[in-house]
Structures are given as C-alpha cells and as structure tokens.
C-alpha cells in the first residue's frame, strides 16, 4: 500500500495527540482504573480521527480506509493497551453498523455525537453464558407497540461504565440460533438499565470493562440498526473492522516494544559488554522483527484488498489469530529480557505482558479465528 504526504501529515497529528494528550497520563489511568474518554475522544476528534471513513453528511472524513490503517498504527504505540481498545471500541466495533445500516435520524442523534468525542459508545455483544458461541447469546428483545422492551445481561463490556449508548446485539424473535437477532441502539440513560459491576482485570487496567444488566429496558422500535433478524450478519461484519483494526495497533506495539527492549539491551553491561553484544539476544529480537515484518505486510496487504472491495473475512481473521500468537511471544521476550525489571511494575514490560495477552482472547479467541480458517479450509462443520 503506498501511502501519501497526507498519510504522513495525519500520522503526525495522531502521534502529537498521543504523545502530548494520552502517554503523558496512561500512568495515573492505569492506578485510577479507568481514563475520561470524553477527555481524550474529543482531542482525538478535532483532528477528524474518530470518523475517518464515515459520511461528511454526518460528520466524517470520508476518507477510506488507509487512514484507518494509520491511525490504528499509531494508537498502538500508547503506552498501554486499556486506552486504545477503548479509541478502537467508539471508531472501529461499536459504530460501524450504525454507520453502514443505521437511518438517518439515528445517526444525527449518536453517530455524530460519537464521531465529535461528545458521546461514547459501546459493544455489547458477550454474555455470562455465551462469548464464543455469539448464537448461544439471550438477551431478548420484546416488541410492544412502538418499542422494544429488552431483558438480559451483557458482559465483559468495554467502556461499559462510561457509555452513552450501546450497540446492543439482542433475539428478537424465538428462532434460535444465529436467526432471529438484531441490532439495537440503547441510550444508557434508559430506565431499567444499569452497570451490574465494574470487572477486575489482569490487564487493561485503564479501559472501564463492566456487565451490564438490561430490566425492562423501553426504546423504540426505530433505534434498531439496520434490519430486524439480521443482527448476527451485521454484527458479523462490524467483527471484520474490529479485527482489522486490532491488528494494525498490534503490529506498531510490538515493533516499539521490540525497540525499547533492544535500546535497553544496549545500555545495560554483564560480563563486562552490553547485553545486546550476545548473539542469542540479537537473534531472538531479530527472528520477532521478522515475525512483526511479515505481520506488518500482511496488515497492509489486508488493508487494500479491503479498500479495493474485496471480501477480508479470512485476511481479517488471520491477522487476528496472529497478531495474539506474535504479541504473545514479543510480550515474553520483552519481560526476559529485561530480567529483574521485566518482572517489576515500575517498568513498562509487565504492563505489556498482562495487556497484551487479551489480544488472544477478546474480539474472539484464538480458536474461534482457527475455527473460521478451518470451515473455510472444508474442514469441519458450521
Ligand atoms: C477485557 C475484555 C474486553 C472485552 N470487551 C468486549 C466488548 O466491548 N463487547 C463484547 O461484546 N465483548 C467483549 N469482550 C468479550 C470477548 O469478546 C470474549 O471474552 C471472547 O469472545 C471469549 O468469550 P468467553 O470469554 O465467553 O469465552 P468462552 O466462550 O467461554 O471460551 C473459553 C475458551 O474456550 C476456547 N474455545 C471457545 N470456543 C472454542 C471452539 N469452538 N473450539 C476450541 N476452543 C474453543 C477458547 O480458548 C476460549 O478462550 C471482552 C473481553 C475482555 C476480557
């Protein structure tokens, strides 16, 4: 993918906000448990990053997809992970169904809000009883009248105790299965919906993750996005940009982590040389370069096949699988390499190791994506 001068220019505005608006601060949120989206979503959006692919009719950009690359690319060298997944939550799992299917009205009402950093936005798709098996969800939605009344819990929600509304993956019929579900906006300041509990993480520690309980929740049968019954198939597709972007942050991390460890390598001495004088050292970093290379290029390649129209589902889902397996390794080698210091939380491998292990299992195991690439491969059964 060839990116422009206007690529770079907009690589630059992120990387000032992040290192002038978020990096500075990524330490108090993470003791804090939590940071003010509201705070950093609107820096974000005066330079146009929270809507960059959706219409100018309601606030976006326009542009297409290479700047998500970029931007992805760039919230990944945050110095944690809790703060970008919730940037990647409100831009690239939680609006793009509205984006693509929701009507007009309701996209005056919460995309453009969203897209301007004044509302944030949620996911809510997992449940007590079901996260990998997204047709096992519950959570019901009964029309009366003009509205839907909903009942259930979702859980593991990102941004969930700061979100103004959500894009709720609900059964609105008694089909079972992946029939008979939709999507459904719900503000949370509805009457009879509430944060159950907010849920203690190994990592992450800055983004607010909660189970939300849903009682007789009342919103009209309009905040539907999209079409009733075809939920699971918009919520499918929404998991395509989710594991795009995923990856993109993925790859930038791994390759500053990869830096500073090599930097710290350098400027520490045993047995009279720098650490990073052992050949084993510098093989070790060297075969990770090369793992995040490959990686870095298959992102890119995924980007514009994307851009070009093509279908990603399998480029998205191997993307995924592999930047959990990759950050899994770069995260360990950054600890042990760092010895003593990797191991202790006044440096920032041991933030990375726990961060970083949730990329093979959020958005969808590492399973579940083997499990997509083996139905594709004919193997198995739906
Ligand atoms: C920090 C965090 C943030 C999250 N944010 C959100 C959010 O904003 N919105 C949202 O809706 N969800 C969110 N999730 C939920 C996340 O997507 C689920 O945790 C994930 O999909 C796994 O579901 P589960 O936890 O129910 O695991 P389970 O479905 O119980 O699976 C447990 C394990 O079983 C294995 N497994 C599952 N299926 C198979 C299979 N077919 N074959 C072989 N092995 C299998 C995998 O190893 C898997 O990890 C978040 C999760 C976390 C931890």
């Given at each position: 993918m060839k990116l422009s001068e206007e690529h770079e220019q907009f690589r630059k505005a992120v990387r000032q906000v992040v290192e002038n608006d978020i990096n500075p601060h990524v330490d108090q949120w993470e003791d804090a448990k939590i940071f003010p989206a509201k705070q950093v979503f609107t820096k974000l959006a005066q330079i146009g990053a929270l809507g960059l692919e959706y219409d100018p009719e309601f606030g976006g950009q326009g542009a297409d997809h290479s700047y998500t690359l970029v931007l992805g690319e760039e919230l990944g060298r945050i110095d944690c992970a809790g703060v970008p997944m919730a940037i990647a939550v409100q831009v690239g799992m939680a609006t793009p169904a509205l984006a693509r299917f929701g009507t007009s009205e309701l996209k005056k009402a919460y995309l453009e809000p969203a897209m301007r950093g004044e509302m944030v936005a949620a996911i809510g798709v997992s449940e007590p009883d079901a996260g990998s098996d997204?047709?096992?969800?519950?959570t019901k939605a009964v029309r009366d009248g003009d509205d839907w009344v909903i009942t259930g819990r979702k859980m593991w929600i990102t941004n969930g105790t700061q979100a103004d509304w959500i894009c709720l993956l609900a059964r609105?019929?008694?089909?079972?299965?992946?029939?008979g579900m939709s999507q459904i906006l719900v503000p949370t300041a509805t009457p009879g919906f509430s944060v159950g509990r907010k849920i203690e993480k190994m990592g992450n520690w800055s983004s607010d993750t909660a189970e939300l309980v849903f009682d007789e929740v009342r919103v009209p049968v309009s905040n539907t996005i999209g079409e009733v019954g075809r939920g699971f198939q918009q919520q499918m597709a929404q998991f395509q940009d989710e594991r795009l972007i995923g990856a993109y942050m993925a790859v930038a991390s791994m390759r500053k982590a990869l830096d500073k460890t090599k930097d710290y390598l350098q400027q520490r001495d045993a047995f009279g040389k720098p650490l990073l004088a052992n050949q084993y050292l510098q093989y070790r970093l060297a075969e990770l370069y090369a793992d995040v290379d490959v990686l870095e290029a298959f992102c890119r390649t995924c980007a514009q096949t994307y851009l070009d129209g093509g279908d990603v589902t399998r480029m998205a889902t191997v993307a995924k699988l592999k930047a959990g397996r990759v950050q899994r390794e770069v995260a360990d080698a950054c600890v042990q390499f760092h010895g003593g210091m990797g191991y202790?939380?006044?440096?920032?491998p041991a933030r990375y190791f726990r961060d970083t292990r949730l990329t093979s299992i959020g958005g969808g195991a590492d399973e579940v994506m083997l499990r997509v690439i083996a139905l594709l491969e004919g193997m198995g059964k739906k």
């Open positions: 997204v047709a096992g969800i519950r609105t019929s008694d089909e079972g299965g992946y029939a202790a939380e006044e440096m920032w």
